[in-house]
Each structure stands twice: as C-alpha cells, then as structure tokens.
C-alpha cells in the first residue's frame, strides 16, 4: 500500500465478488473525499510482463504528443427505439469490424463517475450539465491540445466514451494496458483543470445540437420529452435535458455568461466528495493506489453530501391520458406509476419482483392473455436503469404495451385487465416461492457471471459506488436477501389509478385538431381526462378473469453446475478452434469444450437452410411471415427459459433459419427439443396470421426510417444481387392469405441444411446427442449444395464513380447522409489477412483525424464516421457523415477533401506514431475474449461466412508485424485515389426533408448516377459466391 498521507482510508477485503473472479479489488478514499475503487487483473500481463509494462508506464509521463486532433466519442444518448426494425435487409452479414480477438491479451480501463447531472440544469440555460460533459473532452492546462487525450487513446488502442445521466456523468476509457498511466494523466484533467476555452464553446454547442438533431425523429426520446414536459412546473424533470443551439445560444443572447455559468457548475459540484473512480490495470493494487495519489489528489476536495431536490405533490396530473403522434407506424400504450425512492431497500427488491410478474410471458400470465385477444404483441414491466426511472427522487414503474390495430381501439380495457392483475396479486399476497426463484437465478448469474469488455465493466462499477454500499459494488445489482412480503405490499399499494400516467403512442393518435406542441421537439399531442367512472372500476375491479394466474414453477432453472473441462481426458479438450465431428448431406456440426472460462454455460448455433426460402419475393415474403409466426407460438416456452438465464433467438438470412440457444448448459437439451418439435409440426392459425402479418406489415413500413439505416439498405442494395425490395415485400404481403403460406410450409420444410456450432460446457457426446434431436426431430432428405442460397456481390468496373440518391423516407427528417464506399477486391484464400491487416491499420491512423477534421473543426454533423466494410467477404470502405445542417453535396464534398489530404497526413506519419498504430490495432486483435459468447461469436462468424479461418486474427497480427508505412500508403493511392483505375466509388446520398434535390447539380460530370437500377445490376457483373 501506498504509503501517503493523502489516503484517508483503505480496504482490500471489503467487495464481495464471485468465488469465479480472480480479480483483486481494493476500495481507497483520499483525503479530497474522492472513493476509488482499484481492480487488478491477473490476466492482462503475464508475470514476466509486468516488469516491461513498468517501464513502459515510465516513459508516458515524459511523452510530449504534438499531434492537434481531437476524437470525441462520447454517448449519443439515443434511446433504444419503442420499436426496433426487426430483421431489417438481413443480408449483409458485415456491419463494422466486431472485435475479432484470441485468447491472448486484454484492455486496461477506467471510470469516472461525477454524482451530478442534468436535474442540476439551470432553467435559463437547460442541457448545460451535459455541454459541460462534451466541454471536458476540449483539453486542459496540463494538456492544452483539443485532441490530446483521445489521440493518445487512438494511437495506443483505445477509446473513449461519456454520458450524462440526471443524477450523475460518467466518462469511461480503455487503452493497452502499458499505457494506462500516461492515459490516466490525461485523464485527470478533466477533473482538475480543463481550459472551456470560449471558442471550443461555441463550435462544441454546434455537436450538442447535432446530438439533438440525431435524436429529433425518435419516438421514445419524444414521449420522454413530453413526459418532462407535461410534469409540475418546478419538478427537477421539468426541464430539456439534451440541449441545443436554441436552449444555449439563447442564454447567451439575452446576456447570460454561459462560460461563467458552465464554470460554476464545474465549480459546485466536480469535487472529490462526489466523484467515484474505477481503474482496472494489470498493476498490483499498491501501484494502482499509488497512481490514484500522484494523479486524482488535486482533484478539489469536497463533501461527499448528494445534491438533494425538493419535491413538492406528484410529478404529474392524476386522471389524464396523453395521446402522441408517433413517427413510425407504431402502437403503444405506455403505463407509469410513480414510486418512492427504493435505493435504500434494494436488498428486497420487491419492484423487481413485481417487474418479474406483472412483465411476465408464460401461461396465464397478463401478455398471454391479451395476446390471445389479439391485442398486443409485447409486454414489458419494471423500473428502467435510465436516471428518470430510478433516481433520488423516486422510481418510475412502466408497463410498455405494443397493440394491434384493435388492441389500440381498446386501450380501456386493456388498463382494466391490467387492474385485474393486480389485484390478483393483492388477493394472492406475495409468494416466497417465486422470490425465492428469483433469488436462485440471480445467484446463480452472480456466481457464474461473464465478463464484460473492460471499459463497460469500469463504467457499471463506478455508477454502483454512486448507490450501493462498497462491499456490495458488485453483488448490488444481483442480491435478493431479504423476503419482506410487506414491503411488496407497500409497493404495490402505488399501483392505483390515481398514481398512474397513461400515454398513448400511435401515428394515428391525433384525430382532433386541438393539439398541443411539445416546444423542443415539437411533437404533437392532446390531453384528454378519464371519465371518474373508469377510474373508479380500475380502482377494484368487479371481476378477475380466471384465466389470470400466477406463473408455475420455472422447469429451466438449472441444477447441475459441473465443469466438463474438469473431468475429461478427450482429446478434444484443449484444441484452440472448433474441430468438425460430424459431415453429412444433412448436417454439418463444428465442436469445442470451452476450457478458457470453465463456466456452466454452452452456446449452441445453427443455421438451417430451407427449400426454396428465397426463390423469389414472394417466397422470401412467406419465409419471414412464418418465422415471426413460429417465434410466436415458441414465445411461452422459450420466454420460460430466457427468466431462467437460457435464452432462444429465431432469426432469418435470405433462405436460412438462424437458431441460437445458448446460456446454462443444464437444461438446454431439454429447451431444444421442445424448440425443435415445435418447429417441426407448427401450422399457424387464422387468429395469429392476421395479427403476426399485421405486425410484419408494420415492420416493412418502419424500415429505413432512420436515415443511418436506410443509407446501409442502399449501399447493400446496389452491391448485392439478390435483394429484395422492402416495398416491394409491403405491396405483395397484402395478398398474401393464410391458405397460400399453410401451402408453402411443407415444401420450406421438405429439405433441409443444418450447419451448426456446439461451444461451451459440452462434451462431445452430449454435442454429438444434441445433433440427434435435430435429426429425430428433421427425418427429411437433404437439400443439395446448388439449392442453397448464396449470395453474389457486384463487381464494379474500374474506376467507378456511381451516385444513388433518394430522399429521406419520413418527410419530417432533416437529417441527410452521405456514406461513401470504396469497393477493394475480393477475399483472397492467399493474402487475405494481409489485405485486412493493411484496410484495418488504415482505418486505425484516419478514424481520428477523420473525426476531428470533420465533426469537430468542421462541424458537419454529430455521426462522423470511416471504417472498413466486408460485404459476404468483399473487402469495402466507407466514409459516412450525417447532418441536419448541410445538403449530401456539401457533404460529399468536404469527405472528398479529407480524402485527398490523406496522402500527405500519411506520408508526414512519423515512424513513432506508425508503430503505435500498428501496435495498438495489434492489442485489439490480441486481445482476450471477455467472455463465451465473444468467443463463440467470433467462431460462428467464421462458420457463417464459410471461411473456417477461426485463428483469422492470429494471422492478421502475424501479417500486420510486416507491415511498413508504404504498404498503406500505395493501398490508399490503389484504392482510394481517384485517379487510380482500381478505385471505384459507389457514393449513397439520402436527402432530408430540408435540402433540395436538384437532379442537374448533384453531381459532377465524371459521375455515373444510377437512374434504374435494375437495369443497372442486369448489365453488370458479380464476383463468385463465396457465403
């Protein structure tokens, strides 16, 4: 330990952690009333490395970066959307780079958690809290360049990450792990003596709207801000949390100081006594300490009192209901009652146990029933993690209700039942039973939990410090110790007509034409009372309908724990990737005992090919309307399962049925078997096509309404050759009867495919029985090689330059994109890990300088990205702005411009930052799995697309030793110059509703605009299937 008097205390026995974790934890608090929680790491450094890191570690403290780029990334704060564009355009089976790594090396991280937040806003100049959170990114004394702390996290394989909550703002990083100290040096500043230089103000208001404008067309951040809007004059929710041009620039222009203003809220409230550090190192715990006293002692000391907030009647308006009109073609109905502050009871977690129920999805449960109304299609309940919901001043309870059409004309009744739940719950009291369940599984998931990536994990603990005692910063989250069935009965006293909030999300919820407009995001909704009579039965319901019941007794909780790794001398049992035990016409299966985490977890991974799935639209059409119907009829039971830590995901690409179960090994033969003899005999009914086509009908009409979104489905569109239209599927789904898809099943299901993936806490023979129940389950004959869908991606002739433009789909979205694509080549089985090696360590050197250039300096947009693209194994690039304030031409425009002064960044590369690039994408490659499923992931990755390369980022680290500063810069002059023959551009312009599409100056006239593109793919040729 440290030997200093600035520790006012020391603990290294106090966090209590699963008996699996192999980290030490060490909880500090220095005199300034700063709490510190240090972890190490035993595997982050071997012992021998220790040694190296130390110097290492000594020689950032004397780095001088000249560099002056700035990469901010930092939380956008966007809400999961109410309803997500579920299997949308699936094909592309790319994305960005996932984290492909070995078992080899891992991060250091750390996290700082400052108890303030956005309640703290001022009313003149709202969303300062979190402009002060994008204003600590802007340098400081120590380190007066704007980009300095994210550059060296850039060059040393990093990155950084903030957001602001309502009670507190968190900033989180991770780095290779001998960096970590010259990290934390940056780092410190914040807290100590960032610059908030006025001119950095002034460009830095202009991301926050950008933000903002991100954020404009989202539906869930639209009824949060109504919620805010329509609460009591005063009540800390009372306010516009994100901030913009308007809510700032304003304060400024009616003569408030909004630097002083911003000043003095880093003043009054970024001190030690409320600031809550995490460092996760490979360090032994004194070095870690010891660095927390060099670095955070200057922090400015403090009392580590809370902000409190006076609360004076209900946050809103007993008896109305609020009706918004929705953005997407949407039906919700959203419940809220307002609870205490139950921080000090989590020991009970009796709102949980409330969550469990009334959220349930098994038989006789409240979902259950009114879907077999057909009058939703989802139900979920409980507190949300969001500081609105779970914050100082009480807990926010919600019930998120999506309807059908009819469930939307029976709202009313739909409450009413929801009533008729809880007071079933009254009648029945608690059950211990069910707590106990509760308590088992959550054990469980603590004593077998998997890790998380390092700077996650960083975050979640510091957030905990805030709330939980320090012995239970871990265990907080998973502990149910008490049963206190009176205490459940308080809650759900809560639960009354009177202390509910009723909000209706529908695109057609406005039919008056007296609507009110909501001011920031100018969404429109009315407000109407409920008649006193309703309340008044909601209140005590007449009747329980008998078919309301309690849950049973959970069949998947599992029992056996044994580790297979343990107790086995196969010799499959320490190979490093999957080997394949069984090849047949039928089914192919790749195995591998999980001896690295040594956990009671398996995952288990298929695809399934199926006869004739993707033969044309409409055969795709009836492929997708019959997997949202299985996944219908599977919900009770895998639902069931998935409480009990074993989750299902049904899921589609092209003619494949993706089917993963995967958690506690225990029981998940049991689940299979009962998943595949559904799927086997399952014929939908009339009641469930209507509503499940109904439910896809609106799936289709959601789709790319995100602009990000719809710019990908563009890109993919043009590259792929089988690509079927969403527009097309809507216009035909219409005609499409029950009698046409119970016609299609037994043909879809005649011949079958399966590849599958067993990785985990299996031995090979209860792999191998696990390919029996396919078998017994599918007696049908094989569907040949030539009849599996594969797909084919354009080659585009060289020296391309292709535009598409289409404008936004929502026509009250201002935001346009610009996502420019460099087709590269092919997959080569020779030199593939090289050409990825150099595409990945370019986009390491221009991620940064592509960010600061043209978000930060220039101010285009808040999304600002370049990174590769591998679309079905044909190598891409892409460069993607989107804006609200600029037309795609402008856009376009400033994107070429940094791609035509990448030849001189490159070549003004010193050899010392070239070999920190190089250095930090090697740690990514290397770096350890954090958990199972990273791993089986990055397996499955290689199964699906048909390259079985498992150790793929071995080899690209071994590539990547070789490579020199010419390598990237002739790949960037061969691929990305214009002036080279082999660079070949296919530029996406999406159109907001705000800038005007002049078909004569969208492009330049060495452009080639593509008018119809059916004709366009007809006359062009494509690269061999390769997945």
């Given amino acids: ?97 996932k984290r492909d790594s070995s078992s080899q090396t891992k991060k250091a991280a750390a996290a700082m958690c400052v108890g303030m937040g956005s309640f703290l806003d001022p009313v003149e100049a709202q969303g300062l809290a979190h402009f002060l959170e994008h204003m600590l990114f802007m340098g400081s004394t ?26 507190h703002t968190c900033y989180h990083f991770e780095v290779k792990p001998e960096f970590l100290k010259g990290a934390l040096m940056r780092f410190s500043q914040f807290f100590i003596s960032p610059l908030m230089k006025m001119e950095a103000m002034e460009r830095e208001v202009l991301a926050v709207d950008s933000e903002f404008n991100q954020a404009l067309q989202n539906d869930a951040c639209r009824l949060q801000q109504l919620q805010c809007h329509t609460s009591g004059t005063g009540h800390p929710f009372n306010k516009f949390f994100w901030g913009n041009k308007k809510s700032l620039f304003d304060a400024m222009e009616k003569g408030i100081d909004l630097r002083e203003l911003i000043l003095k ?60 009109e929705a953005v997407k073609d949407v039906h919700i109905l959203d419940l809220t009652w307002t609870l205490p502050c139950l921080r000090q009871d989590y020991l009970k977690k009796s709102e949980d146990y409330l969550a469990h129920l009334l959220g349930h999805e098994g038989r006789g449960s409240l979902h259950s029933f009114l879907k077999a109304r057909g009058w939703v299609t989802s139900v979920s309940a409980g507190v949300g993690d969001e500081g609105m919901h779970r914050s100082s001043i009480g807990y926010i309870f919600g019930m998120s209700i999506h309807l059908t059409d009819s469930g939307l004309e029976k709202i009313f009744d739909i409450i009413g039942y929801v009533y008729q739940y809880v007071k079933l719950l009254r009648q029945v009291s608690p059950q211990e039973w069910i707590f106990k369940e509760l308590q088992d599984i959550a054990n469980m998931e603590f004593r077998f939990a998997e890790e998380q990536p390092q700077d996650d994990y960083a975050a979640e603990l510091a957030e905990n410090l805030l709330v939980y005692p320090a012995e239970h910063v871990i265990y907080g989250d998973y502990v149910y110790k008490v049963w206190d069935e009176e205490m459940i009965n308080y809650v759900l006293g809560f639960f009354k007509p009177e202390n509910m909030r ?66 086995t001398s196969s010799d499959l049992a320490n190979v490093s990737s999957p080997v394949c035990i069984i090849d047949e016409p039928l089914i192919k299966f790749w195995y591998k005992l999980d001896n690295t985490f040594k956990l009671p977890r398996a995952n288990t991974y298929f695809r399934i090919n199926l006869k004739g799935g993707y033969n044309n639209i409409k055969s795709c059409v009836l492929t997708e309307l019959f997997i949202h119907l299985l996944k219908d009829e599977l919900n009770e039971t895998i639902y069931q399962a998935s409480v009990a830590k074993l989750e299902t995901s049904v899921s589609f690409f092209s003619d494949k049925l993706e089917l993963k179960v995967y958690g506690f090994n225990d029981k998940l033969p049991v689940l299979l078997s009962k998943v595949l003899a559904i799927g086997k005999s ?96 599918f007696s049908v004959q094989p569907l040949p090689a030539e009849m599996r869908h594969q797909e084919s991606v354009i080659c585009l002739p060289s020296g391309a330059n292709l535009v598409r433009n289409v404008r936004v789909k929502n026509e009250c979205e201002t935001n346009s994109v610009v996502e420019l ?9 020779n030199g593939l890990t090289k050409m990825k090696a150099i595409i990945d360590l370019f986009d390491e050197i221009v991620e940064e300088p592509c960010f600061n250039q043209l978000r930060t300096k220039e101010q285009l947009g808040y999304v600002v990205e370049s990174s590769p693209r591998i679309t079905y194994r044909v190598f891409g690039f892409c460069f993607c702005v989107q804006s609200s ?19 001189e960044l490159l070549e003004g590369l010193d050899d010392e930052s070239f070999e920190n690039y190089k250095s930090g994408l090697m740690a990514k490659l290397l770096e350890k799995d954090p958990s199972l499923q990273y791993e089986t992931n990055r397996f499955w990755n290689q199964v699906t697309d048909k390259r079985y390369m498992f150790d793929q980022s071995q080899k690209e680290a071994e590539d990547l030793k070789s490579l020199n500063k010419s390598d990237i810069i002739n790949w960037y002059k061969t691929y990305l110059q214009q002036s080279s023959p082999k660079c070949r551009r296919l530029a996406i312009r999406v159109w907001g509703c705000n800038t005007d599409l002049k078909e004569s100056e969208t492009h330049p006239k060495s452009a080639q605009v593509i008018e119809d593109l059916a004709a366009f793919k007809m006359s062009s040729e494509f690269y061999p299937s390769l997945c």
């Fill in 682 to 777: 399952f014929l939908p009914t009339d009641d469930r096509f209507k509503v499940i086509k109904e439910n896809m009908e609106r799936t289709l009409k959601n789709t790319n309404m995100k602009p990000l979104s719809h710019s990908s489905y563009l890109r993919l569109q043009v590259l792929c050759q089988s690509f079927y239209n969403v527009d097309e599927k809507l216009c035909l789904i219409n005609d499409i009867s029950l009698a046409d898809l119970k016609a299609f099943i037994p043909e879809l299901r005649s011949q079958l495919y399966i590849e599958g993936l067993c990785h985990g806490n299996l031995l090979e023979e209860e792999a191998l029985q696990i390919s029996k129940i396919f078998k017994n389950n």
């Fill in 502 to 567: 009723i909000d209706v999300v529908s695109k057609t919820s406005i039919k008056s034409q007296e609507f009110h407009c909501e001011p920031w995001f100018g969404s429109r909704y009315t407000e109407e009372n409920i008649s006193p009579s309703l309340m008044e039965l909601w209140k005590d319901p007449h009747e329980i309908d008998v078919s309301l019941q309690l849950p049973s007794k959970n069949e998947f909780i599992p029992l056996d724990f044994s580790i297979r790794a343990s107790s």
């Fill in 142 to 167: 120590e380190f007066p360049d704007e980009n300095e702390y994210d550059s060296y996290l850039s060059k040393h394989g990093g990155s950084s990450n903030a957001y602001t909550e309502t009670e």
């Fill in 821 to 829: 694509y460099f087709q590269i080549e092919q997959e080569k089985e």
């Fill in 265 to 324: 809220l880093y003043k009054d409230f970024y001190h030690g006594g409320l600031m809550k550090l995490v460092i996760i190192g490979g360090e032994p715990l004194d070095t870690l300490e010891s660095w927390v006293v060099e670095l955070f002692s200057n922090i400015k000391k403090g009392s580590n009192i809370k902000p409190k907030f006076s609360v004076e009647g209900p946050i809103w308006k007993a008896g109305q209901l609020y009706r918004l």
């Fill in 1 to 97: 330990m440290a030997e200093n008097g600035r520790i006012r205390s020391s603990s290294d026995e106090t966090v209590i952690k699963s008996p699996y974790d192999r980290r030490l934890y060490r909880i500090i608090e220095l005199d300034n009333g700063l709490s510190a929680l240090l972890v190490h790491d035993p595997e982050i450094y071997s012992d021998d490395a220790i040694g190296n890191s130390k110097a290492l570690q000594n020689n950032t403290e004397d780095e001088e970066d000249e560099d002056d780029d700035e990469y901010e990334s930092e939380d956008d704060e966007d809400d999961d959307e109410m309803e997500e564009d579920e299997d949308e355009e699936e094909e592309e089976e790319e994305g960005k780079e």
């Fill in 885 to 903: 304030k600029y037309d795609p031409i402008y856009l376009q425009d400033r994107i070429d411009n940094f791609i035509s002064g990448l030849d």
